[in-house]
């Protein structure tokens, strides 16, 4: 293991998200641990409530810390993006329709993509409110 997947694994692996309401484990694994990665970056199982996220070294054969960074946290937002769709009832209500735009990787990809720069936007116009204590602070009019 190279020593930037074992820092982003340190960060990222074993830790709990909640998407929804619903509590997400994130793992890394291999082609070893895990036959189903094979060809795949990451996936994310709605019923096992897990994202997945390869970790093969030969992935990344030759590839820059900073290629390997972006890789990875790419594939953890598009992962995400599934989560927020599955537990939102999107996924399954399109579930019935062949390419429909909630299954749909080109969406997920769009959204996991541009969603640093729509946040940065967001950011910069104080659009998105802090929380604290798990209450959004927002001021009454």
Known sequence: MTKIIAQLRKKYNKRTVNILGTEYL?????????PALNDLCGYCSY???EIVI?????????KSDEWITNDIKATL????????FG????????????????????MV?????????IF???????LIEK??????QSKRH
């Open 26 to 34: 994130i793992r890394f694994e291999n082609t070893e641990t895990v």
């Open 109 to 117: 990809d769009w959204m996991s993509l541009q969603s640093p720069k």
């Open 120 to 126: 940065k936007v967001f950011t910069e116009l104080e």
């Open 54 to 62: 390869n970790q093969e070294v030969n992935y990344f054969k030759d």
């Open 47 to 49: 019923n096992s409530h």
């Open 87 to 106: 537990e939102s009832g999107l996924t399954q209500s399109s579930a019935m329709y062949n390419g429909a735009w909630a299954q749909n990787e080109e």
């Open 77 to 84: 937002r598009h992962e995400l993006i599934h989560a927020f």
């Open 131 to 136: 929380e604290k204590n798990n209450v959004v």
